[in-house]
């Protein structure tokens, strides 16, 4: 099946600084690929929808200026949490849709910490 | 507002019972509807899709059920086994985007 990496899986990061998460497909291209935050025992939010050589498109309610997601090739997007806080210390996964049934394929997943 | 329910709390069978999973939807009207599993602090697997024409989908141990009257799926895994506990989460097409919306999720735990 398909394959999604992050990195890192974990980071702790002191507040005021940023934080840039990776999420590559391994085995596939991806034109489009998602970026989600979840809390615990809550639903994934989707935050924004990232664009291969375009700029991403944001949910309601997300910050784009705080959220950058750069999506410089076809395998790879990037997420910056910008002067990060401790309100931002969250799970954040990364996906890509492949297939005619559109389903999604997950990352790992990032355990972001900012003390 | 389209919404999606899930039961919050969690499910506890024994194993080698049939554990039933249930995902309501309200202001939908799905072309699709999807089954995710997550462990904890991981990513969700994809595992199963069912459309709207159909009423039952199996894969292995795997049952789903789609009824677009009642508004509901339901998610059945046959001779449960602790290798199944984790959250089962359930996706819907987005009304006219290509994009699912997730639900919260069910707890399934499985004891030896």
């Known amino acids: 099946g398909a394959v999604v990496s992050q990195h890192p899986s974990r980071v702790i990061c002191k507040s005021g600084t940023s934080v840039k998460i990776e999420c590559r497909s391994l085995d596939f291209q991806a034109t489009t690929m998602f970026w989600y935050r979840q809390f615990p025992k809550q639903s994934l939010m989707l935050m924004a929808t990232?664009?291969?050589?375009?700029?991403?498109?944001?949910e309601q309610g997300v910050e784009k200026d705080k959220f950058l997601i750069n999506h410089a090739s076809l395998t790879l997007s990037t997420l910056t949490v910008t002067s990060a806080h401790p309100e931002d210390s969250s799970f954040y996964i990364c996906s890509a849709m492949r297939g005619a049934d559109n389903e999604q394929y997950f990352g790992p997943g990032t355990r972001l910490t900012v003390t | 507002s389209q919404k999606i329910e899930q039961n919050s709390e969690a499910l506890n069978i024994q194993e080698g019972k049939t554990a039933t999973l249930t995902c309501n939807y309200t202001?939908?009207?799905?072309?699709?509807l999807q089954w995710y599993r997550q462990d904890p602090g991981r990513g969700p697997v994809f595992l199963l899709l069912i459309r709207e024409n159909e009423k039952e989908k199996r894969k292995e141990r795997l049952k789903v059920t789609f009824d677009t009257t009642l508004k509901q799926s339901l998610f059945h895994i046959t001779a449960s086994q602790p290798a199944d506990s984790a959250t089962y989460l359930c996706a819907l097409d987005g009304g006219g985007s290509y994009i699912p919306t997730f639900g919260r999720g069910t707890s399934l735990i499985v004891h030896p």
């Open positions: 990232s664009n291969e050589g375009s700029k991403a498109t944001y």
């Open positions: 202001n939908y009207s799905p072309a699709y």
